[in-house]
T-cell receptor
Framework: KAGVTQTPRYLIKTRGQQVTLSCSPI?????VSWYQQTPGQGLQFLFE???????NKGNFPGRFSGRQFSNSRSEMNVSTLELGDSALYLC??????????????FGPGTRLTVL | TQLLEQSPQFLSIQEGENLTVYCNSS?????LQWYRQEPGEGPVLLVT?????EVKKLKRLTFQFGDARKDSSLHITAAQTGDTGLYLC???????????FGTGTRLQVTL
């Protein structure tokens, strides 16, 4: 069974630009969660999508948005990039999305650098 | 905001030594998970503990969930170089579907 895939793996953007990251969950998984990982703040939850609906949201500004398609693939978008958005963005998929009792499988992440 | 503090932040030991990593919070969690992350990869789940006082063993790794479900520990016996990585605890509160991650412990095991 193929794991969670994220594209692209590396991305360099400049301040003010926008970026779209893609995540393909494990086949059959309906929940996709996104996390931001930085050296200073660690791993922080962005949002979770289940059956094309955003079910949970972390404390990030509205510049961060996401969506999920009918095939469970998900994208996240960051508009008006800031230097502080430089981070590793991780996607995790699970069967039902309820973290308790359901293992989340993480992708390798997309390393975003904002110059 | 629920916070999970891990200690120590960094640990550098030699192969064969034992170590313990702690994960503490003032909040109660319905379950707690431990992950290991290696450079260039996403975190990989090691274990989930659910019941207060629960102890789980995974080969040389022993995980314990505190009685009050506010804290957890990871003990590694006879560490090996392959244990090197970032160890993360993550808690789930109630039936929420998001994980709250700890601050992380970076472990380096050398020969």
């Amino acid at each position: 069974k193929a794991g969670v895939t994220q594209t692209p793996r590396y991305l360099i953007k400049t301040r003010g630009q926008q970026v779209t990251l893609s995540c393909s969950p494990i086949s059959g998984h309906r929940s996709v969660s996104w996390y931001q990982q930085t050296p200073g703040q660690g791993l922080q939850f962005l949002f979770e999508y289940f059956s094309e609906t955003q079910r949970n949201k972390g404390n990030f500004p509205g510049r961060f948005s996401g969506r999920q398609f009918s095939n469970s693939r998900s994208e996240m978008n960051v508009s008006t990039l800031e230097l502080g958005d430089s981070a590793l963005y991780l996607c995790a998929s699970s069967l039902y999305g309820r973290a308790w009792g359901n293992e989340q499988f993480f992708g390798p992440g997309t390393r975003l650098t904002v110059l | 905001t629920q916070l999970l503090e891990q200690s120590p932040q960094f640990l550098s030991i030699q192969e064969g030594e034992n170590l313990t990593v702690y994960c503490n919070s003032s909040s109660v969690f319905s379950s707690l998970q431990w992950y290991r992350q290696e450079p260039g990869e996403g975190p990989v789940l090691l274990v989930t503990v659910v019941t207060g006082g629960e102890v789980k063993k995974l080969k040389r790794l022993t995980f314990q969930f505190g009685d009050a479900r506010k804290d957890s520990s990871l003990h590694i016996t006879a560490a090996q170089t392959g244990d090197t990585g970032l160890y993360l605890c993550a808690g789930v509160a109630g039936t929420a579907s998001k994980l709250t991650f700890g601050t992380g412990t970076r472990l380096q095991v050398t020969l």
